[in-house]
């Protein structure tokens, strides 16, 4: 029902001429000004282009403003920094405030016609991450597509909160809605078709995903989507009062409360007088979107539920295994079994431990951390992305897949674990190349069959498969009774 006014944008939409006739396609013009990236014989790559103006004195805090013109070339041979963060899974601290660019990377040479455009969203868990880290040369040049990566603000600066701040706990998620509208008036400069833009992302993308097919504000910015591991409906335990699960969304007014004296901050204006170090501090402190907000009127998963959406063709999916990255970092040290049936109780509660504890049973191994990673991949991942699929499934095409290549690369720096298997993340080598992975040439097999499918789907909606679930694996590429094996039916049944 949202995408009625997709034709309206279309139409307002500014059309950017193409760079000169008879150059290399190393300068385009966008509409701020020039560009000039890197070419090769197979691809284009062009980096750090703003979309949005610095997000800094007055601008912190402030939905993104337009960014100024410039009159000569911008270098645009190097990618776009890292928005400040903390350093995490591997990833160094950035305390750059000035973030918001993007970076483009096309197949070398001209089309016949546009080519399809994806926009990737970083994951992260909406604090860490960047768009610099995904190189995106296998899809763009095997799907003879345009793919924009994205940067937006993160942590304390792109999702803080503040009694009467207006855009409160939704920056971030307004980022990258500036940058699909850069999108849109600048894809036809790249040789990209604005009408056909799908955004894909994983975790934190993946649920940013979610949000932008629930916010009236990107009605019209995209014409597909793609979910990796982050369903609207992902929970995530406290981890210590048992039984609790949340979802990564709060109410505008829990979001501002937790803003309200931050730092000893009586306002605004003196907490956008501290230095980004000091807001680091606190960083960690602001990573869950706020509903009940211009950009997110309702509750993704109310909208979800009810089809409040941007109707859209939509492939959601996740890992067989996701939660087997977070276990050794929640637990260090091995889990007795013996142990077991307790730290379930402090999870889940007491009565509802003893039946999962039933239907999951130690392997003896003397070590239960994988048992309990099951348990919350099935309860936390697996069983709100086949929800997803279903509820979508009511108002628009949707397909699913499942990767499950039990032995895929790490590319964390991850502790001592029995098994990591295809764990949270894990399906990311198979998209894009990761510098230190050698892919086997059994994997090199899933990841061309993906980079098809994922192209396939961003030219047409369908990703070339007819099951519901399609599992991607060394050898096993085919169909599967996703929630069978995840036992959904048994997680319906007693929560």
Not at 291 to 309: E, H, K, N, S
Not at 358 to 386: F, H
Not at 427 to 448: H, I, K, N, W, Y
């Amino acid at each position: 029902m949202l995408t009625a006014v997709l034709a309206a944008v279309m139409a307002c939409a500014v059309v950017v001429a193409p760079a000169a006739a008879g150059g290399d396609g190393a300068v385009v013009r966008t509409d701020k000004g020039a560009v000039k990236g890197t070419v090769t014989d197979t691809y284009r790559t062009f980096g750090n282009i703003p979309f949005a103006a610095p997000p800094v004195g007055g601008n912190r805090w402030r939905d993104p403003q337009p960014v100024t013109p410039w009159r000569d070339v911008r270098d645009a041979t190097t990618p776009a920094p890292m928005c400040a963060q903390n350093s995490q899974l591997g990833l160094p601290a950035s305390d750059v405030e000035d973030c918001l660019y993007l970076n483009v990377t096309t197949p070398a040479g001209t089309s016949a016609k546009p080519r399809p455009v994806m926009v990737w969203i970083h994951g992260g868990g909406f604090t860490a991450g960047a768009a610099s880290q995904y190189d995106a040369r296998w899809l763009a040049t095997k799907n003879d597509a345009v793919i924009v990566t994205v940067n937006y603000r993160l942590g304390v600066f792109g999702f803080f909160g503040h009694p009467g701040l207006a855009g409160s706990g939704t920056f971030g998620l307004a980022d990258q809605q500036a940058a699909l509208k850069w999108v849109q008036r600048n894809a036809r400069a790249f040789g990209g078709d604005p009408r056909n833009v799908t955004i894909f992302g994983e975790s934190a993308g993946g649920l940013s995903v979610c949000a932008q097919l629930a916010s009236p504000r990107a009605a019209g910015l995209f014409a597909k989507a793609i979910i990796q591991s982050g369903p609207c409906g992902l929970t995530s335990p406290s981890l210590t009062t048992p039984g609790e699960f949340t979802t990564l969304w709060r109410p505008r007014a829990q979001v501002e409360k937790a803003g309200a004296g931050v730092l000893g901050c009586a306002d605004v204006a003196c907490l956008r007088a501290q230095p980004v170090e000091k807001l680091l501090t606190v960083h960690e402190q602001f990573s869950y979107p706020a509903f009940d907000t211009a950009v997110l009127p309702i509750d993704p998963v109310v909208a979800q539920r009810t089809g409040r959406m941007n109707r859209v063709p939509t492939l959601v999916g996740t890992t067989h295994d996701e939660m087997t990255l977070f276990a050794p970092l929640f637990w260090p040290e091995p889990v007795p079994e013996t142990a077991y049936l307790g730290q379930l109780t402090a999870l889940l509660g007491a009565g509802v431990a003893e039946k999962v504890a039933a239907r999951y049973p130690v392997d003896g191994d003397g070590d239960a951390r994988s048992e309990i990673a099951r348990v919350l991949t099935d309860k936390s991942w697996s069983c709100p992305s086949q929800l997803a699929r279903r509820e979508l499934g009511r108002h628009a095409r949707v397909s699913g897949y499942e990767f499950a290549d039990q032995d895929a690369p790490l590319i964390f720096p991850l502790p001592p674990f029995p098994d990591y298997q295809a764990y949270h993340g894990s399906e990311l080598v198979m998209l894009f190349e990761f510098p230190g992975v050698t892919l086997s040439p059994a994997q090199r097999a899933v990841s061309d069959y993906m980079i098809a499918a994922w192209g396939r789907f961003a030219r047409t909606g369908d990703p070339g498969w007819r099951a519901p679930v399609q599992s991607l694996a060394p050898g096993t590429i085919g169909g599967t009774d996703f929630a069978r094996d995840h036992r959904c039916g048994f997680w319906s049944s007693i929560l």
